[in-house]
């Protein structure tokens, strides 16, 4: 069973940085897409920002300039590398992969930024 775990959610001040980190238990070899979604409190889950296996990266136009998604396929790891954190980033996050064709969720992790 694949499993997406995702690590680095707590609470930021507003402006601060914060790191999300995704570990994989596949290998990344088998891994064609991977993404970063979340979920404010209420509110429809939404894109963040995705990179496919090629290394092309998309971001939603609310965080282009402020965070940066990275893989590192040594340690089958996803990284989100956020910047200048607003209230309205604040949302469980969620590491989401396309593996072998077939498509796993994390639990989520959560980020709340302080105003």
């Known amino acids: 069973q694949v499993q997406l775990v995702e690590s680095g959610g707590g609470l930021v001040e507003f402006g601060g940085p914060r790191k999300l980190s995704c570990a994989a238990s596949?290998?990344?070899?088998?891994?064609?897409?991977m993404a970063w979604y979340r979920q404010p409190l209420g509110k429809t889950r939404e894109l963040v920002a995705s990179?496919?296996?090629?290394?092309?990266?998309n971001y939603a136009e609310s965080v282009k300039g402020r965070f940066t998604i990275g893989r590192d396929n040594a340690l089958n790891t996803l990284f989100l590398h956020m910047s200048d954190l607003r209230p309205g980033d604040t949302a469980l996050y969620y590491c989401?992969?396309?593996?072998?064709?077939?498509?796993?969720w994390g639990q989520g992790t959560q980020v709340t930024v302080s105003s």
């Open positions: 596949e290998s990344s070899g088998s891994i064609t897409y």
């Open positions: 989401y992969g396309v593996i072998n064709g077939i498509e796993y």
């Open positions: 990179v496919t296996v090629g290394g092309s990266t």
